[in-house]
């Protein structure tokens, strides 16, 4: 193949990749095919959707280029048209599709065509669109529209204040539209009564309803989106530590009404802005709404909710209750104080929960953590500190005195705080006495119910986690 040849080539294919390229940028009709016949009179019309396009203008003519049905109307983004009042019968339709393209003319794209149907019945029968039928507070200079009846080319309305006495308009041809408006004012607080009969060449629809509504003053109504959101907590705390508070809705209101429900249920605004202070517990109501104005007046769109503001405080913790489970430790929270409160032990590691108790925990050293709910405080306690044999007493005198009759852990040290599990007594010679639970008062100084003599002991304490601490102590008389 020799140079010319490859440069015809190159050519004609460049020149069919621009006229399909050029063709693509309009689109092709897709309901009716360009060239349909018989096409139903309020077929809708549809093409294929452009890529980039920003906007469609559509006119129907009877004409070529023409606008004589409708005229460059707009369809937004939406690659589809429904004739509000359907289209002539029998008739060729020439459809032009303009393009708004981003930062370009107006693309006018080539006609297409096609025929409508010839009708040979009457259309059927329609209905009330605004107001709806039985609709109530009507407005009297209201515009009474309908739906659009396939086939038809006219329509006639009758209009009258009771039941088939039309006494306003009588069988008035509105002509090719969906709307009709009185000329007069209706009466107010009246039952108006109508019926709208569609008609063309072949005759008119037969045994429609007649359709009513009643005239009224307007209510202003709220729409769901008229509205505020609401998202006060049902519990607020006065901390007991604190004078007071401040509390701010983060929700978007018109306005703001916080409110005091005294005992006796009697009602106090506190506050009209976003934010109340506070220093008092007891009932409250925070109203949110958003002002809506229409024909004339205005109504607020009202939400509430009623919350509590009571007192709280940081918790105490008064022991840790420690015990084996089959997997670990079992740790019991004691906590008292002024408020819901919640738990944890390691909290940057497992959080909080509502439950005090905690199971299948590993033995080593530990802080347990008591939080307020409400935010007036959190305590924390160390559950094992490191074993010392300070921490048990060096003598002791069981002679019933009621002074120092029992050696134990020292009673001023929790035993949760040191966490033992074992407490063991030995003589001189090694011999173990009694194994104490480090729960109890302690070891009177007897064995198999006989008194022991007095001289030195040792003691060995074990942790639950292993660690261990040995001493020894003496038992006087």
């Given at each position: 193949?020799?140079?010319?040849?490859?440069?015809?080539?190159?050519?004609?294919?460049?020149?069919?990749?621009?006229?399909?390229?050029h063709?693509?940028?309009?689109?092709?009709?897709?309901?009716?095919?360009?060239?349909?016949?018989?096409?139903?009179?309020?077929?809708l019309i549809?093409w294929?959707?452009?890529?980039?396009?920003?906007?469609?203008?559509?006119?129907l003519?009877?004409?070529p280029g023409?606008?004589?049905i409708?005229?460059?109307?707009?369809?937004g983004?939406?690659?589809?048209?429904?004739?509000?009042v359907?289209?002539?019968?029998?008739?060729?339709i020439?459809?032009t599709?303009?393009?708004?393209?981003?930062?370009?003319?107006?693309?006018?794209?080539?006609?297409?065509?096609?025929?409508?149907?010839?009708?040979k019945?009457?259309?059927?029968?329609?209905?009330l669109?605004?107001?709806?039928?039985?609709?109530?507070?009507?407005?009297?200079?209201?515009?009474?529209?309908?739906?659009?009846?396939?086939g038809?080319?006219?329509?006639?309305?009758?209009?009258?204040?009771?039941?088939?006495?039309?006494?306003?308009?009588?069988?008035?041809?509105?002509?090719?539209?969906?709307?009709?408006k009185?000329?007069?004012?209706?009466?107010?607080?009246?039952?108006?009564?109508?019926?709208?009969?569609?008609f063309?060449?072949?005759?008119?629809?037969?045994?429609?309803?007649?359709?009513?509504?009643?005239?009224?003053?307007?209510?202003?109504?709220?729409?769901?989106n008229?509205?505020?959101?609401?998202?006060?907590?049902?519990?607020?705390?006065?901390?007991t530590?604190?004078?007071?508070?401040?509390?701010?809705?983060?929700?978007?209101?018109?306005?703001?009404?916080?409110?005091k429900?005294?005992?006796?249920?009697?009602?106090?605004?506190?506050?009209?802005?976003?934010?109340?202070?506070?220093?008092?517990?007891?009932?409250?109501?925070?109203?949110?709404?958003?002002?809506?104005?229409?024909?004339?007046?205005?109504i607020?769109?009202?939400?509430?909710?009623?919350?509590?503001?009571?007192?709280?405080?940081?918790?105490q913790?008064?022991?840790?209750?420690?015990?084996r489970?089959l997997?670990?430790?079992r740790?019991?929270?004691?906590?008292?104080?002024?408020g819901?409160?919640?738990?944890?032990?390691?909290?940057d590691?497992?959080?909080?929960?509502?439950?005090a108790?905690?199971?299948?925990v590993?033995?080593?050293?530990?802080?347990?953590?008591?939080?307020?709910?409400?935010?007036c405080?959190?305590?924390?306690?160390?559950?094992?500190?490191?074993?010392?044999?300070?921490?048990?007493?060096?003598?002791?005198t069981?002679n019933?005195d009621?002074?120092?009759?029992?050696?134990?852990?020292n009673?001023?040290?929790?035993?949760?705080?040191?966490?033992?599990?074992?407490?063991?007594?030995?003589?001189?010679?090694?011999?173990?006495?009694?194994?104490?639970?480090?729960?109890?008062?302690?070891?009177?100084?007897s064995?198999?119910?006989?008194q022991?003599p007095?001289?030195?002991y040792?003691f060995?304490?074990?942790?639950?986690?292993?660690?261990?601490?040995?001493g020894?102590?003496?038992?006087?008389?």
């Amino acid at each position: 193949m020799n140079q010319r040849t490859i440069l015809l080539v190159l050519l004609i294919w460049l020149g069919i990749f621009s006229a399909d390229s050029h063709a693509q940028e309009c689109p092709t009709m897709t309901a009716p095919l360009n060239g349909d016949i018989n096409v139903p009179v309020d077929n809708l019309i549809s093409w294929t959707a452009v890529n980039g396009v920003i906007g469609y203008l559509i006119s129907l003519g009877t004409t070529p280029g023409g606008g004589e049905i409708i005229n460059r109307r707009s369809s937004g983004l939406n690659n589809f048209y429904q004739p509000e009042v359907g289209l002539p019968e029998n008739t060729k339709i020439y459809v032009t599709i303009r393009l708004f393209l981003p930062d370009a003319p107006i693309k006018v794209c080539p006609l297409k065509i096609f025929t409508t149907v010839e009708v040979k019945d009457p259309p059927d029968c329609t209905s009330l669109v605004t107001p709806l039928n039985e609709e109530i507070e009507v407005r009297v200079d209201t515009n009474i529209k309908w739906n659009y009846a396939p086939g038809a080319t006219n329509y006639r309305i009758s209009i009258g204040y009771s039941p088939g006495n039309y006494n306003i308009i009588d069988d008035y041809e509105t002509g090719n539209k969906l709307s009709f408006k009185p000329d007069q004012n209706l009466e107010l607080n009246q039952f108006v009564y109508l019926r709208i009969i569609p008609f063309n060449e072949n005759g008119e629809a037969t045994n429609c309803s007649e359709e009513y509504f009643t005239t009224g003053e307007p209510t202003v109504r709220c729409n769901t989106n008229d509205f505020p959101t609401i998202s006060i907590l049902d519990k607020i705390s006065l901390c007991t530590n604190s004078g007071g508070g401040i509390l701010t809705t983060k929700d978007q209101a018109r306005g703001y009404r916080w409110i005091k429900i005294n005992t006796n249920g009697s009602e106090e605004v506190l506050s009209i802005t976003r934010s109340l202070e506070y220093d008092e517990v007891g009932s409250y109501r925070l109203e949110l709404y958003n002002a809506v104005s229409e024909f004339g007046a205005n109504i607020e769109c009202l939400v509430t909710k009623n919350f509590e503001i009571v007192y709280s405080e940081a918790p105490q913790i008064e022991n840790v209750l420690i015990s084996r489970d089959l997997n670990g430790l079992r740790l019991e929270i004691v906590a008292t104080g002024i408020g819901e409160y919640e738990y944890s032990y390691e909290s940057d590691i497992f959080g909080f929960q509502d439950s005090a108790i905690f199971t299948n925990v590993k033995p080593g050293e530990r802080t347990v953590f008591v939080r307020d709910k409400l935010g007036c405080g959190l305590t924390q306690r160390l559950v094992e500190k490191k074993l010392s044999s300070k921490d048990f007493p060096s003598f002791f005198t069981p002679n019933g005195d009621g002074i120092n009759d029992f050696w134990q852990l020292n009673n001023k040290i929790s035993s949760s705080e040191l966490n033992i599990e074992y407490l063991y007594i030995f003589d001189k010679y090694g011999n173990l006495l009694v194994q104490l639970d480090p729960k109890s008062e302690g070891w009177n100084g007897s064995f198999n119910g006989k008194q022991l003599p007095a001289t030195d002991y040792w003691f060995r304490a074990i942790s639950f986690s292993q660690k261990e601490v040995k001493g020894h102590f003496s038992l006087k008389r």
